[in-house]
């Protein structure tokens, strides 16, 4: 079976761009969870969708959101981007919304200029 | 506020040795507990988990403890190996929460041969 898979895995982009990040998760999953990782803040969840609809939402700005469509695949947008949001953005998907283990893709590396 | 900490940045063992590594958590509502792995530039795999019902949970050579009074859990390796050298997450979650983890900073295991 597939694994999680993240697209793109590299992007460089410069401030007050906006960016979409999507993400395919395992087969037969149907939770999308969104998680930030950086040097100084460690892994921090961004949000997570299940039946295409946000479930949980961690502390982040509007600028980030995300949807989920009815194939389970997900998508986050950043709009406006600043310098801090140059982060590794996971993804990790779960067989259902009180599913606890969570299969992560190999991320996208964010980084603004 | 940070709910779920690992202590130890960095831990460094013999081949062959047991490795603890070992992660406190303040809120009382977490009730399931897990385990990541995680090498650079790749998303973290997941190891083993852990409910608030049990007190341990095996799986080969990992074995995670939860000591719910002290609100502190264990994840032991034995025995250690080189490829083991990664960093490892705590993370937990609250049932009325569903997917959303919250992970400590990691604990930078290194195996020597």
């Known amino acids: 079976k597939a694994g999680v898979t993240q697209t793109p895995r590299y992007l460089i982009k410069t401030r007050g761009q906006q960016v979409t990040l999507s993400c395919s998760p395992i087969?037969?999953?149907?939770?999308v969870s969104w998680y930030q990782q950086t040097p100084g803040q460690g892994l921090q969840f961004l949000f997570e969708y299940f039946s295409e609809t946000q479930r949980n939402k961690g502390n982040f700005p509007g600028r980030f959101s995300g949807r989920q469509f009815s194939n389970s695949r997900s998508e986050m947008n950043v709009s406006t981007l600043e310098l801090g949001d140059s982060a590794l953005y996971l993804c990790?998907?779960?067989?259902?919304?009180?599913?606890?283990?969570?299969?992560f893709g190999p991320g996208t590396r964010l980084t603004v200029t | 506020d940070q709910q779920v900490k690992q202590n130890s940045p960095s831990l460094s063992v013999q081949e062959g040795r047991i490795s603890i590594l070992n992660c406190d958590y303040t809120?009382?509502?977490?009730?399931?507990f897990l385990w990541y792995k995680k090498y650079p530039a790749e998303g973290p795999t997941f190891l083993i988990s852990i409910s608030s019902i049990k007190d341990k949970n095996e799986d080969g050579r990992f074995t995670v403890f939860l000591n719910k009074s002290a609100k502190h859990l264990s994840l032991h390796i034995v025995p250690s190996q080189p490829g083991d050298s990664a960093v490892y997450f705590c993370?937990?979650?609250?049932?009325?929460?569903?997917?959303?983890?919250?992970f400590g900073q990691g604990t930078e295991l290194s195996v020597k041969p």
């Open positions: 990790a998907s779960s067989l259902a919304f009180e599913g606890h283990e969570q299969y």
């Open positions: 809120n009382s509502m977490f009730d399931y």
């Open positions: 087969s037969g999953h149907r939770s």
């Open positions: 993370a937990a979650s609250a049932n009325n929460q569903g997917g959303k983890l919250i």
